[in-house]
């Protein structure tokens, strides 16, 4: 006769010294949070909350503006403006196919192409269904979890400009 009752409880991640100090420069400094990273962060919001609908849209935002922005962020200086709206402009699938990859390390190629690519190919074809014809199928806190998961695996690989 008594009903159950599950409470979840968020867990907290306390800032390290080095952590608190690279905030610390970055602010002094003028630095902005990235925006694919602030989209992240409104994605695990929208996780934690049950709107797996609005988390499908965040994660997908900012995994197309990584990537677009690691590519373009690669061009050297020079590049044509025709060329580069071109780029700008090409179907996210060329990023996450191509481009994406060629800008990394042969290990983090590697780990992009063995546990990370099908992954964000995945959110990418939700997202159209998503947008294009209102499906919310996958719309599910599995699924948001496993894309946050890649994309926090995404964004820690080493692109060949960071070496």
């Avoid at 602010?27 to 925006?35: I, K, S």
């Avoid at 900012?62 to 962020?73: F, G, K, M, N, P």
Wanted: hydrophobic share 45%; proline share 2%; aromatic share 6%.
């Amino acid at each position: 006769w008594i009903q159950s009752m599950v409470i979840a409880v968020q867990g907290v991640h306390t800032v390290t010294a080095d952590e608190w100090q690279s905030m610390l420069s970055h602010a002094l400094a003028g630095r902005e949070v990235p925006m694919h990273i602030v989209l992240l962060g409104d994605a695990e919001h929208c996780i934690d909350v049950g709107d797996y609908r609005r988390a499908l849209v965040d994660l997908s935002v900012a995994c197309e503006v990584y990537l677009r922005t690691s590519v373009l962020d690669s061009l050297p200086d020079g590049v044509l403006e025709p060329a580069v709206r071109v780029i700008e402009e090409a179907n996210i699938n060329q990023f996450v196919a191509h481009m994406f990859p060629a800008l990394l390390h042969e290990a983090a190629r590697n780990e992009y192409k063995k546990s990370i690519k099908e992954d964000l190919s995945a959110l990418l074809a939700r997202r159209k269904k998503l947008m294009h014809v209102a499906s919310l199928d996958g719309a599910s806190r599995e699924n948001c979890q496993k894309f946050l998961l890649a994309l926090q695996a995404l964004f820690r690989l080493k692109l060949q400009s960071e070496a």
